[in-house]
Nanobody
Framework: QVQFVESGGGLVQPGGSLRLSCAAS????????RSWYRQAPGKEREFAAG???????NYADSVKGRFTISRDNTENTIYLQMDSLQPDDTAVYYC?????????WGQGTQVTVSS
């Protein structure tokens, strides 16, 4: 089993920045892809950014150029640096990890962009 704990969410004004963290514990070696998803009120959960064990990254078009996914040297923690935040970025942000047999999710952290 793998557990994820997100942190770093909060209230920010439009144009501001936040950095989210996702700390992993458990059988981390089984995870080959880690990502951030988000779910806005009344909408489906959507992919935002992902990173492979080799360090390759990809982003949803809606966040490309504004968000950056990264990880620490131990691969236990991944980050999502979010810049130029807009009200449409308001959502609960979830950490996700994929093994060959299942997907693991964190509990989510709320990000609210409002003046």
């Amino acid at each position: 089993q793998v557990q994820f704990v997100e942190s770093g969410g909060g209230l920010v004004q439009p144009g501001g920045s936040l950095r989210l963290s996702c700390a992993a514990s458990g059988n981390i070696s089984s995870i080959y892809f880690r990502s951030w998803y988000r779910q806005a009120p009344g909408k489906e959960r959507e992919f935002a950014a992902g990173i492979t064990r080799a360090g390759y990254t990809n982003y949803a078009d809606s966040v490309k150029g504004r968000f950056t996914i990264s990880r620490d040297n131990t691969e236990n923690t991944i980050y999502l640096q979010m810049d130029s935040l807009q009200p449409d970025d308001t959502a609960v942000y979830y950490c996700n990890g994929l093994s060959t047999t299942q997907a693991f999710w964190g509990q989510g952290t709320q990000v609210t962009v409002s003046s």
